[in-house]
């Protein structure tokens, strides 16, 4: 895609992802793709703001060179280092030795560990202003969103955010990069939230504290690092972020996240009962298997839902081990504070409970009930199962 101006000599560049399979080596992103944001600035200084994943260095190089030779840039800014935002970076200085790097101070320290470069780094101290011609740019240091060296910087002039993976989300860019040309926003704000729950939710209040410290600034464009650009309603993706960042500590949706794994059909036969309960309480109800999900698109519910019901058999005398993995990355992302209840079948003895327990504890989820089955479920157990659902939904729905 070739560059995109979206203010007077500031442009995009950048390039989308639809080959990689996993993000971070772990989220998948085949169906939806990503995109590397990078911002070039052509002023009397000429400033790129942050690279791009080695991926398509070609294309990323004959964007810049479309608009301006390589060498003659005078700065990069480096809002965050980890390497998709990073990896052309060696390239780019056997073209051009002599830019300045700006970064924070922890960022001049990974910069030397990631990749050996300690030429021509300029720290920039929180607030700082630079002024390349007819516009000044402001760095903010925004620690942990995503990394501790992160930083975000201000185009005083034009009031942009170049706000790095803050206010990111999956999504390769469909035809165009802005928000109010996007036919699906839909689309990229459910990606956003995914982003946001597998990439930067257990940093969230960094989050916040960053949201509050750039709170006084007024801000006409987020220009994120990965994603649309949101020109029309910038607010929108602010306010967003915010309610996320909000449910690590506070209250969260009144809904329920029911996660389950099913060896021979059991469990899911209580599970489709208990379901049948939660709905006729009138509660938005999430099902996920856990065998056949892949955990990045189980996490954003188990976020936003105060409500959890598992349902897992016994297993080799333990919770049933795709079940056992949701949890534990739940408990790695800190999820905390959730209200839930267990049903699941056993054979000859239990332990999925047990296991649940040593798992929940810690990320404090109380357990409000629970009800194990020998074998396949008799028409009690169905009867007891509509009733177990109906009652944790409405509790759920109480808000008690
Ligand atoms: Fe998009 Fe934390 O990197």
Same mark, same amino acid.
């Given at each position: 895609m070739p560059a995109v101006e979206i203010r007077t000599n500031v442009y995009w560049i950048g390039v989308n992802d639809r #080959? #990689?399979? *996993?993000?971070?080596? +772990? @989220? =998948? +992103? !085949?169906?939806e793709g990503v995109s590397y944001n990078s911002y070039l600035l052509l002023d009397k200084k000429k400033v790129l703001i942050d690279l791009s994943k080695a991926l398509k260095t070609d294309e990323f190089f004959s964007q810049i060179r479309d608009l #301006?030779?390589?060498? !003659? *840039?005078?700065? +990069? $800014?480096?809002?965050? *280092?980890e390497p998709d935002h990073t990896g052309v970076l060696k390239t780019f200085l056997q073209i051009n030795p002599k830019a300045t790097i700006l970064g924070t101070p922890k960022m001049k320290e990974l910069l030397a560990n990631f990749y050996g470069v300690t030429e021509n780094f300029k720290v920039v101290e929180d607030g700082e202003i630079l002024d390349i011609g007819s516009r000044k740019l402001q760095f903010f240091h925004t620690p942990f $969103?995503? @990394? =501790? !060296?992160t930083m975000m910087t201000y185009d005083t002039s034009e009031k942009i955010l170049f706000s790095c993976d803050g206010f990111g989300g999956y999504g390769a860019l469909v035809g165009t990069i802005f928000d109010d040309e996007c036919k699906n926003l839909r689309f990229y704000e459910q990606e956003s939230l995914r982003y946001y729950v597998n990439i930067v939710a257990k940093f969230s209040k960094p989050t916040l504290n960053a949201i509050g410290k750039l709170g006084g600034i007024e801000v006409d464009v987020i220009a994120?690092?990965?994603?649309? +650009? @949101?020109?029309?309603? =910038?607010?929108r993706i602010i306010e967003l972020y915010k309610k996320w960042a909000e449910y690590a500590s506070g209250p969260t949706e009144p809904g329920i996240t029911l996660v389950y794994g099913s060896m021979y059909g059991n469990t899911e036969r209580v599970m489709d009962v208990v379901a049948q309960g939660i709905t006729s309480a009138g509660v938005d109800l999430q099902i996920f298997d856990a065998a056949r999900t892949h955990v990045s698109y189980i996490l954003p519910a188990l976020w936003i839902n105060w409500g959890v019901v598992i349902g897992a058999p016994t297993y080799e005398g333990a919770l049933f081990p795709p079940v056992m993995d949701v949890l534990t990355h739940a408990a790695v992302k800190r999820i905390l504070n959730k209200k839930t209840a267990m049903f699941g079948s056993y054979g000859w003895s239990g332990g999925a409970l047990r296991n649940i327990k040593q798992i929940i504890e810690p990320i404090k989820w109380e357990l409000e009930d629970s009800f194990e089955f020998n074998g396949s479920p008799t028409k009690e157990d169905l009867e007891h199962a509509r009733e177990f659902g109906r009652a944790f939904a409405e509790k759920i729905k109480k808000g008690s």
């Open positions: #080959t #990689t399979d *996993l993000f971070e080596g +772990i @989220w =998948p +992103i !085949e169906e #301006t030779p390589i060498q !003659e *840039l005078d700065y +990069i $800014v480096m809002n965050h *280092l $969103v995503h @990394w =501790p !060296e994120p690092s990965h994603g649309l +650009i @949101w020109r029309s309603n =910038p607010g």
